[in-house]
């Protein structure tokens, strides 16, 4: 299988601001959900859920479980808290799910010795082994919804996706509390 090359994240160019909000939707009863560039991610990513979802199967992992496995593995957080906020999750969510990973023996809890009130998550050696097998099967899945595309259409993708997270970022308050995230448009 060849891969494609991992393109450097450059922020994207910004483009001149609006002074008004764009008006591609209307709020009144002609809304079409299948035209909802939220429903359509959604639908993405569901489709992408179920793809890896199948290819996790062998490691008795779901679309769910191996989010938290693949982000410690990658250093990116390594508290029940940290991985919730991460993975848009509220905290009791997480807590169950990592106790569903602890049973399987792929992670161990670790109390901290510099405040005994944190508790630190590592991977076992087992984990790690599933861990490093994620990437390769996330790309395999990502490979498979961008058949087709050009490299200029897959950057060009990147590219839009980016602006709106930061359209979305910047319209939307940051979330207090859980970190949890509410349902696409």
Known sequence: MTRTPRTPRVAPSAPAKPQTPSAFYRGDAGWDTDASIGHMLRLVIG????????????????????????MLRLGRADTAAGLARLNCSDNGAMTRMLDRLEAKGLL?????????????????????????????????????HLDGFSQPEFEQLQDLLRRLIANGERVTPAPTGTGRSGGGA
């Open 47 to 70: 489709t992408m859920n179920r793809a890896i979802d199948a290819r996790m199967q062998d490691d008795d992992l779901t679309a769910m479980q191996w989010k938290p496995l693949l």
């Open 108 to 144: 161990r809890r670790v109390r901290s010795d510099a405040d005994r009130r944190v508790v630190h998550l590592a991977l076992t050696p087992e984990g790690e082994q599933v861990a490093d097998r994620i990437p390769a099967a996330l790309s395999d899945v990502l490979n498979g």
